[in-house]
């Protein structure tokens, strides 16, 4: 683990939060744009927590995301609907206040923001996905388009 930061750089945002690493760009100082330049350092941030855990169901109804939040008000977490069919869910957990009178023993609970971003299928309604929070589990739901089944004509035979 000790040779990680040294490979990367060891830059860390915060040197509580193992997952803290900035992330490496081979390319920075290069004369031709970075691969990294096009994502906003928002993005880049990893001291998030890293990988909000999700899960995405598909029903004969709807598609269900669940994602484990917890600690996390409705307010501080955002779900957005772009063109394309794009569903992105992000929010941000707020570093708690640090005393310098205070001793940490161990610092285990991760702060930062977190994006995730799912393409759907076409048969989705994107004009009336939802979303509810509750203790700490937000749920987003896709509603689904009824499939249109094909329309069998019974022909008779003569003769």
Known sequence: MALIPSIFGGRR?????PFSLDIWDPFE???FP??????????RDT???ANARIDWKETPEAHVFKVDLPGLK????????EEGRVLQISGERSKEQEDNNDTWHRVE????????????????KMDQVRASMENGVLTVT??????????????????
């Open 13 to 17: 945002s915060n040197v509580f939060d």
């Open 29 to 31: 100082g290069f004369p």
């Open 34 to 43: 970075s691969a990294l330049a096009s994502i906003p350092s928002s993005a």
């Open 47 to 49: 001291s998030a927590f």
């Open 74 to 81: 409705k307010e501080e977490v955002k779900v957005e609907v």
């Open 109 to 124: 609970r991760s702060s930062g923001k977190f994006l995730r971003r799912f393409g759907l299928p076409e048969n989705t």
């Open 142 to 159: 896709v509603p689904k388009e009824e499939e249109k089944k094909p329309e069998v004509k019974s022909i008779q035979i003569s003769g």
